[in-house]
């Protein structure tokens, strides 16, 4: 019996009417109770799409910020840099005068050192020379004091020995007269 109605063919229906309408009322009933589910799921549907939507312009707004933050850092880092390049040359420019002023001190009190090492050195000098001279001459003075005194003495024992040499030949003299006189 399919075979001649086709695939696609209605069935026969075998209700009556009373089955019909009482079928047709349940299926009203569930329709009114699937009412306010479909009401809540038409509701969530466009509360989904307002935060969607919402998320979207969030993130709109998220993107302005952070593109914001991005060119605020850029210019706080260039303003950072410019101002330490400048602290840095200010720097430099206060130091290098006294860096210059410092070795300039430095040169002038080598220079006064090594002229007070000279000058130094030259009385040092002078006054050796002066103790030498002096010493010399007390060396000279006493040498002269000692040969003095040497040729002094030496005059003195050549006189003792010449008179002790007079004398012993007198008495030596005496006793070969003595002698002679004795032979005699």
Same mark, same amino acid.
């Given at each position: 019996?399919?075979?001649?109605?086709?695939?696609?063919?209605?069935?026969?229906?075998?209700?009556?009417?009373?089955?019909? %309408? *009482? /079928?047709? &009322?349940?299926?009203?009933? =569930?329709? #009114?109770?699937?009412?306010? !589910? $479909?009401?809540? %799921? *038409? /509701?969530? &549907?466009?509360?989904?799409? =307002?935060? #969607?939507?919402?998320?979207? !312009? $969030?993130?709109?707004? *998220?993107?302005?910020?952070?593109?914001?933050?991005?060119?605020?850092?850029?210019?706080?880092?260039?303003?950072?840099?410019?101002?330490?390049?400048?602290?840095?040359?200010?720097?430099?420019?206060?130091?290098?005068?006294?860096?210059?002023?410092?070795?300039?001190?430095?040169?002038?009190?080598?220079?006064?050192?090594?002229?007070?090492?000279?000058?130094?050195?030259?009385?040092?000098?002078?006054?050796?020379?002066?103790?030498?001279?002096?010493?010399?001459?007390?060396?000279?003075?006493?040498?002269?004091?000692?040969?003095?005194?040497?040729?002094?003495?030496?005059?003195?024992?050549?006189?003792?020995?010449?008179?002790?040499?007079?004398?012993?030949?007198?008495?030596?003299?005496?006793?070969?007269?003595?002698?002679?006189?004795?032979?005699?």
């Amino acid at each position: 019996a399919e075979a001649e109605r086709g695939p696609m063919a209605p069935k026969p229906v075998y209700a009556t009417d009373d089955e019909l %309408k *009482a /079928e047709a &009322a349940k299926l009203d009933d =569930k329709i #009114e109770a699937l009412k306010p !589910l $479909l009401a809540t %799921k *038409a /509701e969530v &549907a466009e509360a989904i799409e =307002k935060a #969607e939507e919402q998320a979207r !312009l $969030l993130k709109e707004e *998220a993107d302005k910020i952070a593109q914001a933050a991005h060119d605020h850092t850029q210019q706080v880092n260039e303003s950072a840099r410019e101002r330490t390049d400048s602290a840095a040359q200010a720097v430099l420019d206060e130091v290098k005068p006294l860096i210059s002023k410092l070795g300039t001190n430095t040169r002038l009190t080598t220079d006064a050192l090594d002229d007070r090492i000279t000058e130094t050195d030259k009385a040092i000098r002078k006054d050796f020379q002066a103790d030498m001279h002096a010493i010399c001459e007390k060396v000279d003075a006493q040498f002269a004091a000692l040969k003095a005194e040497l040729t002094e003495l030496i005059e003195l024992r050549a006189t003792q020995a010449a008179e002790n040499l007079a004398t012993s030949r007198r008495e030596v003299d005496a006793s070969i007269e003595a002698r002679r006189a004795e032979a005699a």
